[in-house]
């Protein structure tokens, strides 16, 4: 449809719904300005524009109840006795953004005789959408057709048997269960509902399994009761989706970067990019770190894909932050599920795939996410709304759960576009500039082909890419002293006492194993970062006893006082200072 | 005249002990259910003392402080200016049970004695 | 493999006594298994006083009496082994792991749980909010101040008036924090009045009673926190909400018997202790596996801790020289009107001790009450007291003798 049209159509919708608002196209693309009352009705009119013959919506709508964002100034958040690295005066492509995205590309583009420079802004890679995603295996049964996301989900899926052998990391098919209630269709007669959901609902959603490739069956009651025997009794019939699978997103975003840097890629942790300078054909990126120029830019930076397109210039899309939390419990109740769980409830909610309770690979069990629009794009807030609500949901999924067993819930903020689907294109203002922004779920499933789309994309963009002999897409993990057998782990201690010493007590993780994580590639640098690659603190007691003893290790292993050791980066110190100091001083 | 209120500490009864005085002079002690209740009181109100428990810093040690208590009771207006003091003084290992390690803190006559055996730091 | 007579899990107060007094009962191999560096538990980072009044008839620090213990031991050929983690555990055997020598397995004639237990923390509590660093349960905040020398924050807010945050209410001021004011969800303090006058009334620390944390603000580090009162339901009351400003938020919201080890062996558990079912000798449900401490129930004096280990002790050394004698009938002990739970909550043996002590909680405050031990209708004993508080644990003891044909169940209650 031709700009002027467009802006019409639009200029119609808006004098309807939203006074005060102003639209521009520009080569498709819709640019709203103005101001409205809640954040609500900015992400409202967003979508309600994206659905629209748009390419995408820039929405600089602002919101009165929204005070301004207090970001802190950009700067290194690690002292350099920790992390020093020297940032390179040029690369082939300069990666923005180390989540699972990012990572996945890295990996893909490490195949080809290429300088590539991931730069990630936190203190270690996969700390935004990519720590608190879910990480399941989506079909792509629960896209909506004619996305890019159901299209790369729905072959991207069969590949991750290969890649966790590839790179070591834990991955299972367990299946997942969409049930069919009495609850399914609330608005309709108990007797029509059960029929319907038994006949033709469970059906639907048996063909659109196959669609995607899945093998789907629909179980009857009895059998379902018996699969599960913790499923609720208002369950109806259920369809199983067998090649639903999950897996660890730290242990793959972690088993990513390593291989890609094992095949000659460069991963920066804490640099932030703060602009972009894209005059000509090399392209200044500025960092807290220093300056590298890339002939391409691949902009994979989650929540900030937008800001870092506007540095370079290109204002071609809008993120609206999506948070989703979830709780997680013990492992000792893994055995209540059997496969992942979710409740149909029509009508569906078209920006959310609902949640499931799922089981991870280490055997905890997560209830969620939730979905709600944030105007923060950094509140990883858990609410005392959504804590009810993710109970009462699947509480009634699984009723007789004995919620004792919680032991943390989690947030993580998702990174849509209002058009909701995948944008991975070249920038049409800045050349050189890819965007892989709106990678919400199934962002983690359809990685594999993002990165080779994106691949693509700097193929028809010029850069050549000859592949290298040498790459090597098996990576092995580090030791995991839990995992072994008896014998095994006799030898271990024998061979390094280190791996005797047990740190944290509920996951059975050993100082060597610490030690591993802080001498990877990707080195860990703090507290969380040892949490995410070891699972010390991430058992009953939360870090009570291995607290202390990890934030020791941190201390003496990079020679810095107690004091000095963080959470996870600057700013988030665990301690204000020695005691007796203050005593001195004379308070 | 002035009515002060003791929570006395002897039993788990608790009493809410209500001593009245005018000009430091004790006029009126009630709501005790027993003698200690009232000695509490007046101990209380005339000289309350405490045991003063805290860590010194050490030089040499497998911990970077040693917990230390004192040997009696300090007088309770003292406890602040004890800490200050304290923060100064810097142990050295191996350190006994027992031990002293500040005399006469404040001029109370009091000892600050280590709570527990501290090795040397092998390393 | 390593053959045993008695193998003690953890050696802290109540393995180090259980630990002697099987030694001191006959046992001749016994083995102390300790996680830490060094021995003691939780006691040398509990470096106030007010241990041992009962045993010593001293008011000692933590890391004082411990040292008593520990001193006990070097004179006996118990084997102690430190910095070793147990790894798993069944009847008769253990499979436990440090640096020096590697993997233990280890066949035990007996073995006696003392791991403790660990404090609650605050996803359990469901306070919503951030996460960010700044959020320490006091057992953690103590450790660090009292043995790494570090300050876990300056400006502290403390949820929860059980001893342990008394105690840091007190230590964090000494060293120079200001502590905001402590807040308890109960209409009644959790911990000992003596902490109370001497932790907050000392300091002028407030202590809001009904008052509950309901949002935690802080990307980075603890900035903010929001108190608010509870009603009778405990549910929060919104027009209470009052922020208060912080780096620091402490929480002291309860202890949980650390059972994992238990549960593999699959020792029967009590669901209100969190802690296995024991007999008089602290003996489980499973023959040769012994629990004491706090991982049988919190206790609140380490002094009852030592007793118990040390029962547990001569339970072990008896076990293995088969002197135990089992009764016919198991008498089953509940606990009646006002009464939490009791310790032990079962009576299996003839004669195990000439004395028997029950250890029990009441679940509301109550005055004037008489305490009573009933077999049936026969009141096998009584005992008056003026008041009775859930967080101050009541000891019963009588002779044995009186135990003698009691039928198959007792029950212990508190009568107006």
Redesign the interface.
């Given at each position: 449809m031709e700009d002027a049209k467009l802006k019409r159509k639009i200029e119609k919708l808006l004098n309807k719904e939203f006074s005060g608002i102003e639209v521009s196209i520009d080569d498709g693309i819709a640019h709203l300005s103005g101001e409205l009352n809640s954040w609500n009705e900015v992400v409202e009119l967003g979508h309600k524009v994206g659905k629209l013959e748009v390419e995408e919506v820039v929405n600089l709508v602002t919101a009165k109840e929204v005070k301004a964002e207090r970001r802190e100034k950009p700067g290194l958040k690690l002292p350099k006795k920790i992390y020093d690295p020297t940032l390179p005066k040029s690369a082939d492509v300069v990666i923005i953004g180390g989540g699972v995205t990012g990572c996945f590309i890295a990996r893909e583009l490490s195949r080809y005789n290429l300088d590539i420079a991931l730069l990630e802004k936190e203190c270690d890679i996969g700390e935004g959408g990519t720590k608190s995603n879910s990480a399941q295996i989506h079909t792509g049964i629960g896209e909506h057709s004619g996305t890019l996301k159901k299209e790369l989900c729905a072959k991207s899926w069969p590949l991750y048997e290969k890649i966790s052998e590839e790179l070591d990391v834990p991955y299972k098919k367990d299946g997942l269960l969409v049930v069919l209630t009495k609850d399914t269709l609330p608005k309709v007669p108990s007797f029509i509902a059960n029929f319907v959901s038994r006949t033709i609902i469970a059906h639907v959603i048996k063909s659109k399994a196959k669609k995607v490739g899945d093998e789907p069956r629909i179980v009857k009651k009895e059998e379902l009761m018996e699969m599960e025997p913790n499923l609720t009794d208002r369950a109806l019939v259920a369809v199983l989706m067998p090649n639903y699978g999950i897996i660890c997103p730290h242990r793959l975003t972690e088993a990513l970067a390593e291989n890609a840097v094992q095949n000659g890629a460069s991963i920066f942790l804490d640099t932030e990019v703060i602009g972009i300078s894209p005059n000509g054909e090399m392209k200044k990126v500025i960092t807290t770190r220093g300056e590298i120029e890339a002939k391409f830019i691949v902009n994979a930076a989650g929540v900030y894909a937008d800001k870092i397109a506007e540095m370079a210039g290109a204002k071609e899309f809008t993120i609206h932050p999506r948070k989703g939390s979830t709780l997680l419990f013990d492992k000792g109740v893994g055995d209540y599920v059997n496969h992942q769980i979710s409740e149909m409830k029509l009508p569906q909610d078209p920006h959310t795939k609902g949640g499931a309770v799922l089981k991870t690979v280490d055997e905890n069990i997560n209830w969620g996410p939730t979905a709600i629009e944030t105007a923060d794009r950094e509140d990883t807030s858990v609410t005392a709304e959504e804590i009810q609500s993710i109970l009462k949901k699947y509480g009634s999924i699984i009723p007789n759960f004995s919620t004792n067993s919680l032991i943390a819930y989690f947030s993580g903020v998702r990174a849509p576009t209002y058009k909701e689907d995948f944008y991975i294109k070249p920038s049409k203002k800045v050349r050189g500039l890819i965007n892989v922004a709106g990678i919400q779920s199934p962002g983690l499933t359809a990685a594999p082909l993002i990165a080779k789309m994106v691949a693509d994309i700097l193929k028809n963009g010029g850069l050549e890419m000859v592949e290298k002999e040498s790459f090597n897409p098996i990576r092995k993990k580090s030791t995991v002293f839990e995992d072994l057998t008896l014998e095994e782990k006799e030898k271990l201690v024998g061979e390094n006492p280190l791996y005797g010493n047990v740190v944290c007590r509920c996951e059975h993780v050993t100082e060597g194993e610490i030690l591993d994580a802080i001498r990877s590639p990707i080195p860990a640098l703090n507290v969380d970062a040892i949490k995410r690659r070891t699972r010390a603190g991430m058992g009953r007691c939360q870090g009570g006893f291995c607290g202390p003893r990890v934030a020791e290790i941190l201390a003496r292993e990079f020679d810095i006082p107690l004091e000095k050791v963080t959470k996870d980066g600057g700013g988030s110190e665990l301690f204000v200072g020695k005691t007796k100091v203050s005593l001195m001083e004379g308070k | 005249m002035k009515k002060h209120r003791f929570v006395c500490i002897d039993c788990p009864l608790s009493c809410e002990v209500a001593l009245t005085e005018e000009d430091g002079k004790i006029l009126e002690i009630k709501n005790n259910r027993c003698k200690k209740g009232e000695e509490y009181a007046i101990a209380e109100f005339t000289n309350p003392v405490r045991i003063l428990t805290t860590t010194v810093r050490v030089e040499g040690g497998i911990l970077p402080v040693v917990p230390v208590r004192s040997k009696g009771h300090i007088p309770k207006k003292l406890i602040r200016e004890c800490m200050r003091e304290l923060a100064k003084v810097e142990a050295n290992a191996p350190i006994k049970c027992g031990d002293m390690i500040y005399e006469n803190v404040l001029n109370t006559g009091i000892y600050i004695v280590s709570s527990r055996d501290l090795q040397e730091d092998e390393a | 493999m390593i053959d045993v007579d008695v193998a003690v899990i953890g050696g802290g107060p109540a393995g180090l006594a259980a630990a002697l007094s099987a030694y001191r009962n006959g046992a001749k191999n016994v083995w102390l298994l300790e996680?830490n560096?060094e021995l003691g538990g939780i006691l040398?980072q509990c470096?106030?006083?007010g241990f041992g009044n009962f045993i010593f008839k001293e008011?000692l620090?933590?890391?004082?009496y411990?040292?008593r213990y520990i001193d006990e031991v070097k004179k006996t050929g118990i084997t102690v082994k430190l910095?070793t983690?147990v790894?798993e555990m069944g009847p008769e055997r253990l499979?436990a792991?440090?640096?020096?020598?590697?993997?233990l397995?280890i066949k035990a004639k007996a073995i006696i749980l003392a791991m403790g237990c660990?404090?609650r923390?605050?996803?359990?509590i469901?306070i919503?909010?951030?996460?960010?660093?700044?959020i320490y349960?006091a057992?953690?905040a103590q450790?660090?101040?009292?043995?790494?020398?570090?300050?876990?924050?300056?400006k502290v807010v403390i949820l929860g008036s059980g001893d342990v945050g008394l105690i840091m209410a007190r230590r964090f001021t000494?060293?120079?924090?200001k502590v905001e004011g402590v807040y308890e969800i109960m209409s009644n303090p959790g911990g000992l009045?003596?902490n109370?006058?001497?932790c907050l009334?000392?300091y002028d620390i407030p202590l809001h009673l009904s008052h509950t944390i309901?949002?935690i603000?802080g990307?980075?580090?603890v900035e903010e926190v929001t108190v608010a009162q509870v009603d009778s339901q405990m549910t929060p009351i919104k027009s209470t909400k009052r922020d208060i400003s912080c780096?620091t938020l402490l929480l002291s919201v309860g202890l949980i018997p650390e059972n994992?080890l238990s549960?593999m062996a699959d020792v029967a558990m009590d669901p209100i202790t969190g802690g296995p079912v024991v007999d008089e000798a602290m003996e489980t449900s499973v023959s040769g596996i012994f629990a004491c401490g706090n991982v049988a129930h919190v206790h609140d004096l380490v002094d009852d801790v030592s007793k118990a280990g040390e029962t547990a002790g001569k339970g072990a050394a008896e076990h293995i020289s088969d002197k135990i004698k089992k009764r016919k009938v198991p008498v089953i002990v509940k606990g009646g009107r006002n009464i939490r739970y009791v310790v032990p909550q079962i009576i299996r043996n003839e004669d195990f001790d000439k004395r028997i002590t029950f250890y029990l909680r009441v679940n509301d405050v109550e005055e004037d009450v008489k305490l009573v031990l009933l077999s049936g209708e026969k009141l096998l004993y009584k005992r008056k007291e003026?008041?009775?508080?859930p967080p101050?644990m009541v000891r019963l003891t009588l002779l044995s003798k009186f135990l003698e044909n009691v039928g198959n169940e007792l029950t212990i209650e508190a009568q107006k």
């Open positions: - | - | 996680r560096p040398p470096i106030h006083d008011m620090t933590g890391p004082e411990a040292q910095n983690m790894l499979i792991v440090n640096p020096k020598d590697g993997l397995d660990r404090e923390t605050r996803p359990q469901l919503p909010g951030y996460r960010p660093a700044g349960t057992g953690v450790r660090y101040i009292n043995m790494e020398g570090v300050m876990p924050g300056k000494l060293e120079g924090a009045t003596r109370i006058v001497q009334n000392d309901v949002n603000k990307k980075k580090r780096d994992e549960k003026n008041v009775v508080k101050e």
